[in-house]
């Protein structure tokens, strides 16, 4: 930042003060983020009313760019397309003799004039690519220059919107700043990297006049460093150049080095200095052993791509991050849960994220923004014209490792004569399109069109797109799509056209389309692990895109909320330590079996293992694998059986291990099989699990218990009195809502009436009861539309599926558990939570492709019987039980939810236990 720039504008009081281009930075320049005066145009009367000339007082609303004029940070918060104007007064004066002036956009949506000091300086079409008008002629350096800009933004079908169904992009987007140029200057490089070191450059320079120069690279601290003499002509001079750097670090995500330093140029007396930087690496594909397909490599060496889609929309900004940090931190968070990979969805990020993803170290596939028209004439020019742009703009990030060209054929269809069809001349302009990008960038892998429909043309990646929910359903998918796999099939191709040996990969897959309506605002735990695993399974398979990163206005399954905050998967209680991270290993462990199977108790039975690995840090190396299996004792950790074997970590892909055999415990539980990969230091590789129903013949059940017991279900209470009242799970839960209570009227055997009887205590599940719109609503027929490219925000609370997952929001309740009239304990709901936890309720949905308050779970609860009361229970042969909920505390009066046998986390009634 200039001094001129901290003259004009604080720097606090500057939205997005960085320059927006780190790898491509000169140090003269001016951020122009800020308030601007800004007016609707709704009649197009600017133009003919010349307010071009108008002073910026005329301009009756203020908007703080960069931000549409649509998104809360603008100040504005209009959804109304159309036309606006802005206007700025800036002082700038940091120009020698010679030097050119340029005023920069990152982005405009969608089209723009600018004019400075009333002189029409440039005009710009595309809502996705930056741009720049020489302003240095009409500049006043001793004084205000009057800035306006005219944008439009009318929606037409041929534009290249993207996803802005979520939050539009009207208007300027992206950081505008001004920037000084010597006469002679560095336009655009491409920077290609070779894995021993070589860097290759072309670029060009523009030029005032004929002169001799001096191109300079230096980077690393001047440890690398390369001249190459020039002569230039006036205009534009192409040239390319290379040099070698010695014992080359590669850039990785475990390793993302960067060479930074600047490229200058030399010419009579005069410098342009660009600071930017390199990474060295090398994306691609090749045959490994004695396969027929290809498997991606990053450095010539697989890698499995864990990645997810991000939308990249903020509540307040839409498409502009509110700040760089926020970008700098989405990176972190990606790479805290284990991934490689982000798919940047249907928009070209801003170039700050990219950044961040060069310097943290995430891998990125970057689509082409698509249009929702038809592939007409003007929607093709427009797409090709924006597409070049961001080719060009994003180049040289190393994070880039793949362009997807079209997604899921939108913009490609035609209708005639009433079908809607993907016509082959449609199919060759595809083909066409992802020839031209794989001549101008053969440095990385090209997709042609991210399918949902089997419709590949012609493609680097053959990948697909699957919603499914429901482990049988997913896992006949998945092993359909790689048995149909192979050089020759026409499956997943279109128009004649057949698969080469191109590598598999699932480019979106999720649950949130894969059930009826939506599967709402519910856990994604569940689903997410076992698909992993199926995904993990196959020596074929290359990677996956799940959707997706954070929650979006309608799409609920993120790995984190849409504000940041975090959701909690549960896999640590099963497995000590586990996270999701650890799903994402690329060295893992992969369960041949469902999440869960129910099984009877003390039976035998044979686990099969196979070993995942996309890695070769442990080649050569014994590992161990560790294993048990264990439940829950009330609320202590009982082990049924354990062991471990040594494993010889050598080689890439998927490989059968011993299988393992395991005792199931003699009683009523959910047992879990955990197991755990370490290395020789003991460091855990990777940790995974799955789950065992085991049950007994014994209606009361078998349980480790003292003494005697009986098991009252859930669903027998005698009374109730709740403003909501409802059964879930095949009236294994028994839900009251707000304040009220359930009452038991327990009558007990004719052993447990003995003087002898000493000892008397209570087990159940319980967790609070949150009260959505549809358990009010009785919604559950209701259809809803989530048409979400029309800007529909659906509410989750009347989605039938819904059933909030545990994250940082808590729901607590306070329950008063009465005998006979007689308070004996209060108990403290934290929560009403659903994740990966609640085993029994996600294995006995009635229907995979229906939730119904799929994984939710309570707490273990375990009252005990005062003395006092035993002897009048005795006498009357059995007692009241009421668990109440008042409005005594109303933060704390949030419903009760009762789980039975089939339900929650354990698999009990109501027990009540007598020695």
Not at 239 to 247: C, H, P
Not at 521 to 527: F, G, L, N, Y
Not at 535 to 543: E, I, P, S, V
Request: hydrophobic residues 35%; contains cysteine; charged residues 25%.
């Amino acid at each position: 930042m200039t001094s001129a720039q901290s003259s004009v504008i604080p720097t606090t009081t500057i939205p997005k003060p960085e320059h927006p281009r780190p790898d491509w930075q000169r140090s003269s320049w001016l951020n122009l983020n800020g308030e601007w005066g800004f007016r609707f145009d709704a009649d197009n009367l600017g133009l003919n009313e010349q307010w071009q000339g108008r002073q910026q007082s005329t301009f009756n609303e203020t908007i703080v760019v960069p931000f549409s004029w649509v998104s809360p940070l603008s100040g504005i918060g209009d959804n109304r397309k159309g036309i606006a104007w802005y206007s700025r007064n800036v002082r700038y004066a940091d120009i020698k003799t010679g030097e050119r002036l340029f005023l920069h956009f990152g982005a405009v949506d969608y089209s723009c004039t600018a004019w400075v000091n009333g002189q029409q300086v440039g005009t710009h079409t595309g809502g996705y690519g930056a741009f720049a008008f020489d302003v240095t002629e009409a500049w006043q350096a001793d004084g205000d220059n009057h800035l306006v800009v005219r944008a439009e933004d009318q929606d037409a079908e041929h534009q290249t919107r993207g996803k802005q169904g979520y939050g539009e992009i009207r208007g300027i987007w992206q950081t505008v700043w001004l920037e000084v140029r010597p006469c002679n200057y560095v336009d655009s490089v491409r920077i290609v990297t070779k894995l021993d070191g070589t860097i290759a450059i072309t670029g060009s320079i523009q030029s005032g006049g004929v002169e001799e120069s001096t191109l300079i690279f230096e980077f690393d601290g001047g440890s690398v460093r390369h001249e190459a003499a020039l002569r230039l002509n006036a205009g534009d001079n192409k040239f390319s150049t290379s040099f070698q750097v010695l014992q080359p670090r590669l850039w990785s995500p475990e390793d993302p080095h960067l060479y930074e330093g600047t490229i200058t140029l030399k010419t009579n007396g005069s410098s342009d200095t660009i600071a930017t930087y390199f990474g060295i690496r090398e994306i691609g594909s090749a045959l490994f052993d004695d396969r027929s397909y290809r498997w991606i490599t990053l450095n010539r060496k697989p890698v499995y791509l864990n990645g997810t889609l991000d939308q990249a929309f903020y509540p307040v900004g839409h498409f502009t991050a509110p700040s760089d940090e926020e970008l700098q931190d989405e990176i972190w968070r990606l790479k805290r849960l284990g991934l490689n990979l982000v798919r940047i969805h249907i928009k070209p990020e801003e170039p700050r994220k990219l950044y961040w993803a060069d310097k943290l170290g995430i891998m990125v596939m970057e689509d082409m923004p698509c249009f929702w028209g038809e592939p007409d004439e003007a929607a093709r020019t427009a797409y090709e014209a924006e597409a070049r742009e961001i080719l060009n703009r994003d180049y040289n990030h190393p994070s880039i490792v793949s362009w997807v060209i079209f997604n899921e054929t939108w913009g490609l269809f035609t209708t005639r004569d009433g079908v809607r069809s993907f016509r082959p001349e449609t199919q060759e302009w595809v083909r066409n399109t992802f020839r031209w990008a794989k001549s101008e960038d053969p440095t990385r892998i090209i997709e042609d069109n991210s399918p949902c429909n089997w419709d590949h043309v012609e493609t680097d990646l053959n990948t697909w797109h699957f919603y499914k929910n429901g482990y049988k359903i997913l896992r006949d998918h998945v092993q359909e799509v790689v048995d149909k796999t192979f050089p020759g099939s026409d499956f997943n191709y279109i128009g004649g056209n057949l698969q080469t040996d191109a590598p598999l990969m699932n480019s979106e897959c999720g649950a949130v389309w894969g059930i009826e309506g939506s599967a709402g605002d519910s856990d994604i735990a569940w689903q997410y692990r076992y698909m992993i695993n199926e995904l993990r399974r196959h020596d074929k398979m290359c990677g996956f895109v799940f959707t997706e990163f954070h929650d979006v206005v309608n799409e609920y399954n993120g790995y984190y909320r849409i504000d940041g905050s975090d959701k909690d998967f549960g896999y640590d209680a099963f497995v000590p330590g586990m996270s999701i991270a650890d799903l994402h290993s690329p060295d893992f462990i992969v369960i041949d079996a469902p999440p869960c199977e129910t099984v009877k108790v003390g039976q035998r039975l044979e686990i099969a293992l196979l070993r995942s690995s996309y890695s070769d840090r442990y080649h050569g190396q014994t590992l161990r694998l560790e294993w048990e299996l264990w439940h829950d004792r009330f609320g202590s950790k009982a082990v049924a059986d354990q062991g471990s074997q040594a494993i010889e970590w050598n080689g890439y892909g998927v490989a059968a291990l011993n299988n393992v055999t395991v005792n199931m415990p003699a009683t009523d539980s959910v047992a879990v099989f955990a197991v755990t990969l370490r290395n020789d230091q003991g460091d855990a590789i990777t940790r995974n699990f799955i789950t065992f129903d085991v049950r007994s013949d014994d209606s009361n059940g078998i349980y480790d218990l003292e003494g005697k017991w009986l098991s009252v279900p859930v669903n027998h209470y005698a009374r109730q009195e709740w403003p909501y009242a409802w059964h879930a799970l095949n009236n294994h839960k028994v839900n009251g809502g707000l304040q009220g209570f359930v009452e038991f009227e327990i009558k007990l055997p004719a052993d447990a009436l003995v003087s002898s009887l000493g000892n008397m205590e209570i087990f159940f599940e319980a967790g609070a009861k949150v009260v959505l719109r549809k358990d009010k609503e009785n919604s559950e027929a209701k259809a809803i539309d989530l048409d979400f490219m029309s800007g529909v925000t659906p509410d989750p609370d009347l989605n039938p599926s819904t059933y909030y997952m545990t994250d940082e929001s808590k729901h607590p309740s306070l329950v008063k558990v009465s005998i006979d009239g007689h308070l004996v304990e209060s108990l403290n709901l934290p929560d009403d939570p659903a994740d990966s936890r609640g085993v029994l309720s996600w294995h006995y949905q009635p229907k995979d492709t229906k939730l119904e308050e799929a994984g939710s779970y309570g707490y273990l609860h375990k009252v005990t019987v005062p003395s006092r009361l035993i002897k009048p229970i005795v006498r009357a042969g059995g007692f009241t039980l009421r668990l109440k909920v008042d409005g005594d505390i109303p933060a704390l009066a949030g419903g009760l939810a009762l789980y039975g046998r089939n339900a929650g986390r354990y698999p009990i009634e109501l027990l009540v236990r007598y020695c």
